[in-house]
């Protein structure tokens, strides 16, 4: 079957870094993406990754692994607006969206 | 500026009840789509669209039904054999962007509760 895994709390402190990893088992793969998501609000865009690497956008950094069904988001110099949950999604060989149940991500004082 | 505007934000329902919720977008984007959002589950899709006058059953429609007599506009009603309707929905429309793949826009949600 199709899954995602992703830790479903974690906790970081104010200026900090956190990563925030994912796997994903699908039928295909034509990507990864991550959302994020303020509680009782819609999700939002952050990144996509198709191919291996790490792409960086300003705080946020997204990895992926194909080989290993691997992807981390990175986030740096945390802020109090980053506390939200972070979605990982996976896309399947037939562009249908697999998503995490999202890792709600605390930021402390 | 441009967006997708759900109706209403908080909706009451009494059992055996058919309710509608309302998704408009302006964003001149052809698909559109209908999740459900359950504490500690993924989002998971009950219907989409991908061109006026065609929808597809998603991984849970059992319940509900939809319909798409304009571009911009995608409701959901959720009727009386839906059995556990108590939710958070979600509407959303792609853009096609990045390699065919759809980047998918928002609303804000449309949160039910059954009374």
């Known amino acids: 079957g199709q899954n995602i895994d992703q830790p479903t709390e974690m906790t970081a402190t104010e200026g900090a870094i956190v990563q925030i990893n994912c796997t994903y088992q699908t039928s295909g793969f034509n990507g990864l993406f991550w959302y994020q998501q303020h509680a009782g609000e819609a999700p939002t865009f952050l990144s996509y990754?198709?191919l291996d690497g790490l792409e960086e956008k300003g705080r946020f950094s997204s990895f992926l692994s194909r080989s290993k069904g691997y992807s981390y988001l990175l986030l740096k110099e945390l802020q109090m607006k980053d506390s939200a949950s972070y979605l990982c999604?996976?896309?399947?060989?037939?562009?249908?969206?697999?998503w995490g149940a999202g890792t709600k991500l605390i930021i402390k004082p | 500026d441009g967006g997708i505007t759900q109706s209403p934000k908080y909706l009451f329902r009494k059992e055996g009840q058919n309710v509608t919720l309302s998704c408009e977008q302006n964003?001149?984007?052809?698909?559109m789509y209908w999740y459900r959002q359950d504490p500690g589950q993924g989002l998971r899709l009950i219907y989409y669209?991908?061109?006026?006058?065609?929808?597809q059953k998603g991984d849970i429609a059992e319940g509900y039904s939809v319909s798409r007599e304009k571009k911009e506009s995608f409701p959901l009603t959720v009727t009386s054999a839906q059995k556990n309707p108590t939710a958070f929905y979600l509407c959303a429309s792609g853009n096609g962007a990045i390699s065919g793949a759809n980047v998918l826009t928002f609303g804000a949600g449309s949160r039910l509760t059954v009374l």
């Open positions: 990754n198709v």
């Open positions: 999604v996976s896309m399947d060989s037939n562009y249908q969206l697999i």
């Open positions: 964003l001149n984007h052809d698909a």
């Open positions: 669209s991908q061109i006026v006058n065609d929808f």
